[in-house]
Every structure is written in structure tokens, then in C-alpha cells.
């Protein structure tokens, strides 16, 4: 069932000044235009969730469908009020629009939640072959992305003690995220999608732009996890450069997660 969640607020904390992305660092992001370091877009992401788990638990990490949009740069120590509207108010089904604004006002991001009666099915892609393992990333550029080829699989074993990280990054006080068999965070589990992308490339600084998230299964630490990637598109907009990667998880055999994750690679010359 569809229910009514309260607002929340939360100072924004850039905990990755020290990302091989430095976009984080204030003297990167100044030099594109920006005020300082940007929170990163997983963070904001993290904020976003924290409302929605706390009014639905389990069953909102289990199952969903999940679109989150980044408008606006997140800095650090920004008060972020965090509003939710219930788009299913007559129906069954869970379907919310949750909304990230600052102290100005501005719209910093968008994340639409809802569980409809059936998902869409997995995409073929999630059964991707095997990838080759280059010797050493290359630095991203345009011709280096060759879509629609999978990159090499690895197996991610999220620890209790990792997932703690963010959570304690996050402030967040449910108990969903503690224990030997915690829930992996969400703020966790994009920043793995994060992680994909800068295990085959290396990319001096970038802006997450966005992701769409199906979860088909609830996912915890502990677990082996399978994660398949593979650029699926690239585009210029404005002078930017941007790519979306399909990334499967698989667990215990079966799809847990698929995310189409999408970034700015190279930013408009300042």
C-alpha cells in the first residue's frame, strides 16, 4: 500500500575528496564552473532512499523499480530537504516522486519509486559473454568505448564493515543496514554501479547524471556478487561528452539488479 512520507532534511557531506574523481575537489570543480566539490550524485541518491525505507522496510529494497535524475550539484554542508509525493494514492501498488531541494530553493535531484503489478522482463543483455581483461585502464575517451561489448566480470563480496562506511556517510539510523546480514545501502549500491564504470576506465573527472534501477531481489552483505558491464550508448550534448552502461548483478544465480548508469565523461571545456 501507498503511504504518506514525512519530509527530511540532511546536511549534505562530500565524504569522497579524496575519488580518483576530481571532481570532488574544489579545485577541479571551480576550474568547470562549479562552486566547490561536488557531493557525489550516489550520496544524494543515499538521502533520497532514506525516507521511502524507513515508511515501506524490506520489501522497498527487494522489489521496485527505481529512477533517480541529478539536476543540480549537491556542496558540502548544504542543508538538503528531502519531499515526497504519493503518486498512488488510489491504488494498491507503492509509486512515489521524492524530491532533493537546497536552502535556495533549487531542485538538486529527482528519484521516482513505485512496484508495479509485474516488472519488466530481464533484458537479454544481462547475460552477457565474458569481457577481456585489458593489462591497465585506459583513460576514457570517445573512441575507447565500444558499446554493446561486455567488459570483464568480477565478483563483489560487500562486507558488513563496508556497508557500515556508508551508512555512518549517510547518518542513517535504520537497523535494516546493521547486522552480519544487513541490507547493502542503496547509497552502497550505486556507488558499486560507480565502481563498474572506473574498473574500465580511468576518467580524471566526470559527473554522474543518472540511473534507473530495477531490483528484482533484495541484496546483502556477505553475499557474492556477480557484476556484469557493458556501455550500451554514447552521446554529445552542450560540449559534453556522456556514455550509460547496462550492469547486471547477478547473486546465488539468479538477476538481483539491473541499472542503466549514466555519466558525463568529459565535461565542456571551462
Known amino acids: 500500500m501507498s503511504a504518506h512520507i514525512p519530509n527530511f532534511q540532511i546536511l549534505a ?19 568547470y564552473g562549479f562552486h566547490g566539490a561536488l557531493v557525489s550524485g550516489v550520496n544524494v541518491f543515499g538521502y533520497l532512499t532514506q525516507p521511502l525505507v ?35 494514492q488510489e491504488s494498491s501498488q507503492r509509486s512515489h516522486l521524492t524530491q532533493a531541494t537546497n536552502e535556495q530553493g533549487n531542485l538538486l535531484a529527482r528519484l521516482e519509486s513505485w512496484l508495479p503489478n509485474q516488472l519488466p522482463p530481464i533484458q537479454e543483455r544481462a547475460n552477457m559473454e565474458v569481457g577481456q581483461a585489458d593489462s591497465e585502464r585506459q583513460e576514457i575517451n570517445w573512441e575507447a568505448i565500444h558499446l554493446d561489448e561486455p567488459a570483464p566480470y568480477y565478483l563483489w563480496q560487500p562486507s558488513a564493515a563496508d556497508n557500515a562506511e556508508h551508512v555512518l556517510a549517510q547518518r542513517d539510523k535504520s537497523e535494516i543496514y546493521t547486522g552480519s546480514e544487513a541490507y547493502i545501502h542503496p547509497y552502497y549500491l550505486l556507488d558499486a554501479c560507480n565502481k563498474a564504470l572506473m574498473r ?7 559527473i554522474h547524471t543518472g540511473s534507473k534501477l530495477i531490483l528484482r531481489k533484495g541484496l546483502r552483505v556477505g553475499q557474492d556478487i556477480e557484476v556484469r558491464t557493458m556501455p550500451i550508448k554514447k552521446w554529445e550534448r552542450k560540449g559534453h561528452q556522456f556514455i550509460k552502461l547496462y550492469i547486471a548483478m547477478w547473486e546465488a544465480g539468479d538477476v538481483a539488479l539491473e541499472v542503466e548508469h549514466t555519466a558525463i565523461f568529459k565535461l565542456a571545456d571551462p
Open 13 to 31: 557531506l562530500n565524504d569522497a575528496e579524496q575519488s580518483e574523481n576530481r571532481i570532488h575537489s574544489d579545485k577541479i570543480a571551480q576550474r
Open 54 to 88: 524507513r515508511i515501506y522496510g524490506e520489501p522497498w529494497l527487494q522489489q521496485g523499480i527505481l529512477d533517480v535524475i541529478f539536476l543540480k550539484p549537491a556542496y558540502h554542508d548544504d542543508l538538503i530537504t528531502i519531499t515526497t509525493e504519493n503518486l498512488g
Open 200 to 206: 574500465i576506465f580511468y576518467l580524471p573527472a566526470w
